[in-house]
């Protein structure tokens, strides 16, 4: 087993003339919840993409536990996008069939017991769910698999503050605990609490990667204060507004 | 009771300090299991590994020691808790000389009207 379950070295991707992402270096171990900071426009989906392989970097190394990213190391990620990809006719068992037979470590009885204290029927198709529903759904059959490596593209995103912690509650006990999960967020202080440590990503680049507790005690104040401070918006020069 | 976590200090730090209070108050009698990481983990909405690290904190301090079989246990060292909760004592004195160090009152005076109240 390799010792680090991400490794990146100097990943580029630019979409035309417009860089997204600029010798990305970073190190990521196992069993923890990392956070990926960035505001809008940092490049946090275009990593994750790469890490699934839906996309390929310009240039650069890029390995998930000591492997190119491939069929591999697919098989070893479970992913949640930031936006949903299924047909609304299908219900949720619909849905947890596909994944049983796609994934060898999607666990059923799991899928529906998350159902079941989430406060979904997964007998309802997706078409008659409510936008924060869908999303719970989602977060079922992403959580449901004994994956090494979760991506979650900003899993918080789309529901209320309540629903939110119970999000996160689901996400802390269900991860697969020799695994690594990745959450990327603009949502910071909702999150905080259950990250061991966080990366900061700006315009590209990754600015700060340290763990929160060493955040705080160097900084004396939250990774959100820390962020707001550095990703404060400057007004373009002459632009009084 | 409720987890209380503010912004300024380290999240295990703040953890643990509360596991120690509900020690001290007998919310975890002496000699009890202490609930699992995961469990407290979950109830204060926490990351494990932040959890772990609170709770190798009181192990450290002697209030909680790993049981042979699994999970932790309360200690039953009389003398061990009555230092914790001295020491929470102090600290309760000192927030009351600096709240009134800020009304203008000199410690002597503050002791002098603590012990005009009615006891």
Redesign the interface.
């Known amino acids: 087993m390799n010792e680090l379950l991400i490794k990146s070295r100097g990943v580029s991707k630019s979409y035309g003339r417009k860089t997204a992402l600029d010798r990305v270096d970073l190190d990521v171990g196992r ?3 990392v956070g990926l900071l960035g505001p809008n426009g940092s490049g946090k989906t275009t990593f994750i993409k790469l890490l699934c392989g839906l996309l390929q970097p310009n240039c650069g190394e890029l390995a998930v536990n000591g492997q190119k990213i491939g069929p591999e190391t697919k098989a070893q990620i479970s992913y949640l996008p930031d936006r949903m990809y299924f047909a609304d006719w299908m219900k949720a068992t619909d849905l947890f069939d596909l994944f049983r037979d796609f994934y060898r470590d999607f666990d059923y009885d799991k899928a529906l017991a998350m159902c079941r204290s989430l406060g979904v029927d997964p007998k309802d198709k997706l078409k008659s769910m409510s936008k924060g529903t869908k999303e719970k759904v989602q977060l079922v059959l992403v959580m449901a698999r004994k994956a090494q490596l979760y991506l979650l593209d900003e899993p918080i995103a789309g529901v209320d503050p309540a629903a939110r ?1 119970f999000i ?2 689901t996400i ?2 269900n991860y697969n ?1 020799e695994g690594t999960v990745l959450i990327s967020t603009h949502l910071i202080s909702d999150i905080e ?4 440590e966080v990366v900061f990503l700006k315009e590209g680049r990754v600015m700060l990667h340290n763990t ?2 060493n955040i ?2 160097n900084e ?3 990774v ?2 820390l962020f707001r401070e550095i990703f404060r918006a400057q007004p373009m020069e002459g632009g009084n507004f | 009771m409720e987890w209380k ?1 503010t ?6 730090l703040q953890l643990s300090e509360q596991l120690a209070r509900r020690i001290i108050t007998g919310v975890y009698p002496p000699g009890s299991r202490l609930p699992s990481v ?1 469990e407290l ?2 109830q ?7 959890m772990q ?1 609170a709770l190798a904190q009181l192990e450290q301090d002697g209030l909680a020691k790993a049981d042979r079989t699994a999970g932790r246990l309360v200690t039953q060292d009389t003398a061990v808790l009555e230092a914790a909760r001295r020491a929470e004592a102090q600290v309760a004195i000192n927030q009351y000389f600096d709240a009134m160090a800020e009304l203008g009152y000199a410690r002597v005076q503050a002791a002098e009207l603590l012990k005009e109240e009615n006891l």
């Not at chain 1, 609490?193 to 061991?196: F, H, Q």
């Open positions: 069993d923890r919840i912690d996160l509650q802390l006990t605990e609490k259950v990250l061991d929160v507790d705080r005690e004396g104040k939250s959100d204060a | 976590l912004d300024d200090r380290p999240i295990w995961r983990a979950s204060a909405g926490v990351n494990p590994n932040t690290r």
